[in-house]
């Protein structure tokens, strides 16, 4: 009876290490509902946004193999090996966000497993630093009409300022957000009154360190004996994704467990920091109230859902930025198969994809009609929610 029982104790154990290796990821996450019931207020759009990247940076995730390459444009090397616990989605190029990373992650395990090769993996899913912030903000924001780049975060893409500061650019290019240059025009004691008025989800944007930050808290502001800001004890509570130092990570103890994070869930940073690194905090429409809430939405333009042999000439366009297209058909028992996936990025000046033609579907054309009860087309918007704007039965 003892030694079934040490048997069954120590069963109990390997089948727990399998689902990846020797470490697993504790808190699976769920997939997140980043919509409301009812008319939200700016505060709650705020923790939205707020909430959304911070489960980018902290799904907790394995793998079965190890995972190492070169992002796009960096000599450095990104390692996942297959016997630690990660956090956050991996840091890449591809410039997609927590929804794309969750299209191969396991909830139940924690396990990602992307069907293809490495080099294909760091073109379709993880993020860098604008790209996270940006991502959580497009979960309740649609007014950002490009600026993916930390360079871009400019006026005519639809980022305002916080604060008084101002600067004016006589460009069209959308490269035209020198910082280091608006601090000098407006002087720190402007950029330091800025900082204090800050509310969480707000940006902190710096061209010359070229990274993106986003303020989770409301400010911290001591003055000293004359009234004025001391920036040397005033700060600001943000999170970033950064891919570590020189491809390292950021440990955190999880009972007993260590998670890998490749960006900061939180981190105080003084104003004197701030400055001296040239940031200027940045804001969006919907969250000072200037822009109305929109309730997402996917509609067929060029024509009508008819039949296969119509589809090509269909555009599905939507209110929000489009994260991913699936093309799926269903058996004559209701068995879904998925035809094919389209993981769309926002690595564009010109802002996120809103709109995508269905003839892009290169798979479309090889469906037998004889050998499937139906097809549906579903779009998932970076609100988190999935539409099936197209839905065929045979």
Not at 47 to 60: N, Y
Not at 309 to 338: E, F
Request: net charge negative; hydrophobic share 35%.
């Amino acid at each position: 009876m003892k030694k079934s029982l040490i048997l069954i104790l120590t069963l109990c154990i390997l089948l727990s290490m399998t689902a990846c290796g020797k470490y697993k990821a504790q808190e699976p996450l769920q997939y997140p509902d980043y919509t409301f019931a009812s008319e939200p207020t700016t505060e709650e759009l705020r923790q939205t946004a707020v909430r959304a990247m911070r489960d980018l940076l902290s799904i907790q995730w394995c793998t079965r193999e190890d995972i190492s390459y070169y992002k796009k444009g960096s000599k450095t090397n990104f390692r996942y090996p297959k016997d630690m616990t990660f956090g956050g989605v991996i840091y890449s190029g591809a410039s997609t966000g927590l929804l794309h990373f969750m299209e191969f992650y396991n909830n139940e395990t924690g396990e990602l497993s992307y069907p293809g090769t490495v080099d294909e993996m760091k073109e379709s899913i993880g993020s860098a630093c604008a790209d996270s912030l940006l991502w959580s903000w497009s979960t309740v924001c649609n007014s950002i009409s490009g600026g993916y780049y930390p360079t871009t975060m400019v006026y005519q893409n639809g980022f305002l300022p916080v604060g008084d500061y101002t600067y004016n650019f006589n460009t069209n290019s959308y490269y035209t957000c020198p910082t280091n240059d608006i601090i000098k025009a407006n002087g720190t004691d402007v950029i330091a009154d800025a900082y204090t008025k800050t509310l969480p989800a707000d940006a902190l944007i710096s061209t010359t360190q070229d990274h993106a930050m986003m303020v989770i808290e409301m400010p911290v502001v001591v003055y000293d004996s004359n009234g004025k800001i001391d920036t040397e004890q005033s700060y600001l509570v943000i999170q970033d994704q950064r891919g570590g130092i020189r491809g390292a990570y950021y440990d955190v103890e999880h009972d007993g467990y260590t998670v890998h994070h490749s960006g900061r869930v939180s981190c105080n940073l003084t104003f004197n920091e701030l400055l001296e690194k040239n940031y200027i905090p940045v804001t969006a429409a919907e969250f000072t109230g200037e822009k109305a809430y929109e309730i997402a939405q996917v509609t067929v333009e060029g024509g009508t859902v008819g039949s296969i042999d119509t589809l090509p000439d269909l555009k599905l366009v939507s209110n929000y930025p489009i994260a991913i297209i699936r093309l799926i058909t269903t058996d004559a028992d209701g068995k879904d198969t998925l035809v094919q996936r389209i993981l769309i990025t926002s690595a564009s000046d010109k802002g996120p994809a809103k709109s995508f033609d269905v003839k892009d579907l290169s798979k479309l054309t090889s469906i037998d009609t004889g050998k499937c009860a139906g097809l549906r087309i579903e779009v998932v918007s970076s609100t988190g929610q999935t539409f099936t704007p197209v839905n065929l039965s045979f």
